[in-house]
């Protein structure tokens, strides 16, 4: 789990690239005076640059990305820009990540490997390495920015100024690199030097592809090249066989929010798919033996990441020791089916709000009446007396998508297998330092280990492509070639038949096959920073009914802020501070902007 990822961190600080230079022991040449020659004299010095290129590719969290959609709230502003994006405040001065700095890692590398003395096959292998990560940077460039210059050989630092090339030129040449890429690459590694487990695969090229095409309405080849993973690739759908002690406290009280035998639904079933769907992300099943990891970002013991941070402080509620930095909204929420894969019936704003405030209201009461009463003593009480299940404002949450409850942590709602004891109930403290604005705080994704170094940082290897999504890229593909036809139902049982839901609807048109499944990846792919690149690729009327003059509101009805719309918003402006190393780019900037 620690192997590659903790090469790349540490060879990050000390990498030599080409003829530019830098050393950890701070005593350098100039790089100027340093001639090629005295490096990539050997296959180690090409194995170093390439995990260099690794650190700066290889994406972490997604939650962040989440924040520029309807579903993820960012309380600070030096995290991200996503509540002034979603307000159609963003402007040049904004940098959204234009970034050459791993293209042009890639490109130095592709330039020297040439002619680095070693086994010829390796060198072949490390090539193709190079190229699907640099396409990833592409990729990920056209999405935010659509036309990019396309740069594939070493520019000197005096070079001309460059010219954006246009979105066809940019998505043909990725799926160029993709499909050669995963040609000259292995299904797999057996780990240790140099083929060590974690290294980008014909898999994780194929899902890229796959990725890809879907985002690009090129739909045959999406369909076609996740069908290749689905059928040789070996992965599954990761699953528990036992509830652990904690885990099992919480099935024993599922009870009073799922209505078994009204629904007949198979309770063992149901509650370990909860635990499944959740657990994919903790520590122990965070790793690259993991059956549902493509590709992971992985944890290197002792190397401060801040994308390991993210998982175990920016993520989690004051009262679990973080900051709630980004929190799900209740537009996410609401998102989430019915116990039997319906729409769910939801309340209105104010009868919603009225039935927080008066739980909120009985809770205060009881806590003042005695200094030995707790909101979590409330919560306990209420869940031992059977009570909770007749809560106003509970109701809403009752007979819901598995997914829901693993994934959000829900006011006045237990959680027990964190690592601050066994009694937890989720408190909303409105107003409170570090606590969630929005009335929610994230449970996917959390980890509930902390580091030994005491960095705050998770433990355990982040899946940045796992095959839940390939799973969902065939059924919205397909759909748009064929229909909603059984092998569409089947992908999609797959994922339901893992979180204990229900199978989806054998007969729908095509337009209501593709509703199902816009609200399917919401739901199995929130947090993981997809919500955005899904809702430009739907349209921009899509965009506007979920965006303009919608709140995200507090579960007592105060509004955190109305988002607006603008069909500029489809492509984010080329920041100022490119533009002005580039004049170039001032002429050609993103309409709107």
């Given at each position: 789990m620690k192997n590659i990822n903790k090469l790349f961190k540490s060879i990050a600080f000390c990498t030599i690239i080409g003829a530019t230079v830098a050393s950890c022991d701070l005593e350098?040449?100039?790089?100027?005076?340093?001639?090629?020659?005295?490096?990539?004299?050997?296959?180690?010095?090409?194995?170093?640059?390439?995990?260099?290129?690794?650190?700066?590719?290889?994406?972490?969290?997604?939650?962040?990305?989440?924040?520029?959609?309807?579903?993820?709230?960012?309380?600070?502003?030096?995290?991200?820009?996503?509540?002034?994006?979603?307000?159609?405040?963003?402007?040049?001065?904004?940098?959204?990540?234009w970034n050459f700095e791993t293209i042009r890692k890639a490109n130095l590398f592709l330039s020297q490997i040439e002619n680095c003395p070693m086994d010829e096959a390796l060198k072949a292998r490390f090539i193709a390495e190079a190229r699907i990560m640099r396409a990833w940077q592409y990729l990920s460039l056209t999405?935010?920015?659509?036309?990019?210059?396309?740069?594939?050989?070493?520019?000197?630092?005096?070079?001309?100024?460059?010219?954006?090339?246009?979105?066809?030129?940019?998505?043909?040449?990725?799926?160029?690199?993709?499909?050669?890429?995963?040609?000259?690459?292995?299904?797999?590694?057996?780990?240790?030097?140099?083929?060590?487990?974690?290294?980008?695969?014909?898999?994780?090229?194929?899902?890229?592809?796959?990725?890809a095409a879907l985002n690009f309405g090129d739909y045959a080849t999406a369909e076609s090249t996740a069908k290749e993973i689905m059928d040789r690739g070996g992965f599954s759908l990761f699953r528990i066989s036992s509830l652990n002690e904690a885990?099992?406290?919480?099935?024993?009280?599922?009870?009073?929010?799922?209505?078994?035998?009204?629904?007949?639904?198979?309770?063992?079933?149901?509650?370990?798919?909860?635990?499944?769907?959740?657990?994919?992300?903790?520590?122990?099943?965070?790793?690259?033996?993991n059956p549902e990891y493509i590709m992971?970002?992985?944890?290197?013991?002792?190397?401060?990441?801040?994308?390991?941070?993210?998982r175990y402080t920016s993520m989690r509620p004051n009262q679990l020791g973080g900051w709630s930095s980004v929190t799900p909204t209740q537009n996410l929420v609401d998102s989430y089916w019915a116990v039997d894969g319906s729409k769910p019936n939801l309340p209105s704003k104010t009868e919603r709000a009225a039935n927080y405030t008066e739980l909120r209201k009985e809770a205060d009461e009881f806590i003042a009446t005695d200094n030995k009463n707790t909101f979590r003593l409330f919560v306990e009480n209420k869940v031992k007396s059977g009570e909770i299940r007749n809560e106003k404002?509970?109701?809403?949450?009752?007979?819901?998508?598995?997914?829901?409850?693993?994934?959000?942590?829900?006011?006045?709602?237990?959680?027990?297998?964190?690592?601050?004891?066994?009694?937890?109930?989720?408190?909303?403290?409105?107003?409170?330092?570090?606590?969630?604005?929005?009335?929610?705080?994230?449970?996917?994704?959390?980890?509930?280990?902390?580091?030994?170094?005491?960095?705050?940082?998770?433990?355990?290897?982040?899946?940045?492509?796992?095959?839940?999504?390939i799973l969902l890229i065939f059924a919205e593909a397909r759909t748009q070639t064929t229909g909603f036809d059984g092998q569409v139902q089947a992908a999609l049982n797959e994922l339901r038949d893992r979180c204990g839901m229900p199978n989806v609807p054998t007969s729908l048109s095509k337009e209501q096959g593709l509703e199902l499944i816009r609200n399917e990846r919401r739901i199995e792919l929130a947090a993981e920073g997809f919500r955005l690149d899904d809702m430009i690729r739907?349209?921009?009327a899509y965009c506007k009914e979920q965006i303009n003059n919608v709140d995200i509101t507090m579960p007592d009805g105060e509004k955190v802020i109305t988002m607006k719309w603008d069909d500029r918003m489809l492509?984010?402006?080329?920041?100022?501070?490119?533009?002005?190393?580039?004049?170039?780019?001032?002429?050609?900037?993103?309409?709107?902007y």
């Amino acid at each position: 789990m620690k192997n590659i990822n903790k090469l790349f961190k540490s060879i990050a600080f000390c990498t030599i690239i080409g003829a530019t230079v830098a050393s950890c022991d701070l005593e350098v040449e100039p790089p100027s005076s340093i001639a090629s020659e005295t490096y990539w004299t050997s296959e180690k010095d090409a194995w170093m640059n390439l995990n260099v290129i690794y650190s700066n590719t290889i994406p972490g969290i997604g939650v962040y990305d989440d924040t520029y959609s309807p579903d993820a709230y960012c309380q600070y502003s030096w995290e991200s820009s996503g509540s002034t994006f979603l307000q159609n405040g963003m402007s040049a001065a904004y940098d959204a990540g234009w970034n050459f700095e791993t293209i042009r890692k890639a490109n130095l590398f592709l330039s020297q490997i040439e002619n680095c003395p070693m086994d010829e096959a390796l060198k072949a292998r490390f090539i193709a390495e190079a190229r699907i990560m640099r396409a990833w940077q592409y990729l990920s460039l056209t999405q935010t920015f659509g036309k990019a210059p396309l740069i594939t050989e070493v520019l000197p630092y005096d070079a001309e100024n460059v010219t954006r090339d246009e979105i066809s030129v940019i998505r043909e040449f990725i799926m160029k690199e993709l499909t050669e890429g995963a040609a000259g690459l292995p299904e797999k590694y057996t780990g240790g030097y140099p083929n060590e487990k974690g290294r980008i695969t014909k898999y994780v090229a194929l899902s890229l592809k796959a990725r890809a095409a879907l985002n690009f309405g090129d739909y045959a080849t999406a369909e076609s090249t996740a069908k290749e993973i689905m059928d040789r690739g070996g992965f599954s759908l990761f699953r528990i066989s036992s509830l652990n002690e904690a885990q099992q406290k919480e099935a024993d009280e599922m009870d009073l929010y799922i209505d078994f035998t009204k629904f007949n639904i198979d309770k063992e079933k149901f509650v370990k798919g909860m635990f499944s769907y959740e657990a994919l992300w903790h520590t122990e099943n965070g790793n690259t033996d993991n059956p549902e990891y493509i590709m992971t970002r992985q944890y290197a013991a002792s190397d401060w990441d801040y994308q390991d941070m993210v998982r175990y402080t920016s993520m989690r509620p004051n009262q679990l020791g973080g900051w709630s930095s980004v929190t799900p909204t209740q537009n996410l929420v609401d998102s989430y089916w019915a116990v039997d894969g319906s729409k769910p019936n939801l309340p209105s704003k104010t009868e919603r709000a009225a039935n927080y405030t008066e739980l909120r209201k009985e809770a205060d009461e009881f806590i003042a009446t005695d200094n030995k009463n707790t909101f979590r003593l409330f919560v306990e009480n209420k869940v031992k007396s059977g009570e909770i299940r007749n809560e106003k404002y509970i109701s809403e949450y009752r007979n819901r998508d598995s997914r829901l409850y693993v994934s959000i942590m829900l006011p006045f709602k237990g959680w027990y297998e964190t690592n601050y004891g066994t009694d937890f109930a989720y408190e909303w403290i409105k107003g409170g330092n570090n606590e969630s604005k929005t009335g929610f705080n994230f449970r996917k994704t959390l980890s509930l280990e902390n580091d030994p170094s005491g960095y705050g940082q998770a433990t355990g290897d982040y899946p940045c492509i796992r095959y839940a999504e390939i799973l969902l890229i065939f059924a919205e593909a397909r759909t748009q070639t064929t229909g909603f036809d059984g092998q569409v139902q089947a992908a999609l049982n797959e994922l339901r038949d893992r979180c204990g839901m229900p199978n989806v609807p054998t007969s729908l048109s095509k337009e209501q096959g593709l509703e199902l499944i816009r609200n399917e990846r919401r739901i199995e792919l929130a947090a993981e920073g997809f919500r955005l690149d899904d809702m430009i690729r739907y349209g921009a009327a899509y965009c506007k009914e979920q965006i303009n003059n919608v709140d995200i509101t507090m579960p007592d009805g105060e509004k955190v802020i109305t988002m607006k719309w603008d069909d500029r918003m489809l492509l984010k402006a080329i920041p100022q501070s490119a533009i002005d190393l580039n004049p170039l780019l001032k002429t050609d900037q993103n309409p709107g902007y």
